[in-house]
């Protein structure tokens, strides 16, 4: 596809923070088919892929979820809205973040397409569920390449069966998260902040840290 930016792979895994400014423009399908043929990539536990990929386009299907979604959000972060906005500090999420992920659950049904990934047989042990994540990164870095940002959400979690029922998936089945896509509107692709490397990294044994040089 040629609107594809050539970019290294360590590149594009330090330029792909979460995008939740994104514009309603379309996504070509073609584009939208590397990004799942990337994702589904990914590993899995025997390799037995016990996934699907269920694209949502639907206004009516995501309007329905930003609604359930949006009551997930006000649970978690919006009734705290003042005291976020308040905190000088900006501990924990933030205030930039705390606004971008408040835009992001009033607007997620305007992103032009969602990709939500399916897991059967979650339940079974840790492994079946997790086998869904690097494949995630994966659709997120390959959506980097075309400049299409995304985010992986989950506050539409507490209506799980309601939306199960809504995209008719089967009994076994179970979201595992839901990834709205789009062309960014505001901010830049830059690097996620996070703890120094240093600080998370236990060498031999939990404590033992040194300097990276
Ligand atoms: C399991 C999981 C669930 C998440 N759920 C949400 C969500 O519901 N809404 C949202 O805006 N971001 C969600 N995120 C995104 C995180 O908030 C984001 O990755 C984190 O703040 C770091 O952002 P950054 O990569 O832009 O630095 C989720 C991330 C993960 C891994």
Do not use: C
């Not at 996504?27 to 043929?37: A, K, M, Q, T, Y």
């Not at 390799?47 to 269920?54: F, H, I, L, P």
């Not at 809504?166 to 692709?189: E, K, N, Q, V």
């Amino acid at each position: 596809m040629d609107s594809r930016e050539q970019l290294d792979v360590l590149a594009a895994i330090h330029s792909t923070p979460a995008r939740r400014y994104l514009k309603p423009d379309p996504i070509p399908d073609g584009v939208l088919w590397e990004l799942l043929d990337a994702a589904i990539r990914g590993p899995t536990g025997g390799n037995r892929q016990g996934w699907g990929w269920v694209v949502v386009k639907n206004l009516e299907i995501k309007r329905q979820i930003q609604e359930w979604y949006l009551e997930g959000w006000e649970q978690a972060y919006g009734r705290r809205r003042e005291e976020v906005i308040a905190d000088t500090e900006d501990t924990g999420l933030g205030k930039r973040n705390f606004l971008s992920a408040e835009h992001l659950a009033n607007h997620l049904h305007e992103a032009p397409v969602w990709v939500i990934p399916v897991q059967r047989n979650v339940h079974r042990s840790l492994m079946t569920g997790s086998s869904v994540y690097g494949a995630v990164q994966n659709l997120m870095l390959a959506a980097r390449a075309y400049g299409i940002g995304a985010t992986l959400t989950s506050l539409y979690a507490a209506h799980e069966e309601d939306v199960k029922r809504l995209l008719r998936l089967p009994d076994d089945a179970s979201t595992m998260g839901l990834i709205p896509l789009g062309y960014p509107s505001r901010g830049r692709w830059a690097e996620p902040k996070r703890v120094p490397v240093e600080e998370v990294t236990h060498w031999d044994s939990w404590g033992a840290h040194y300097p990276r040089d």
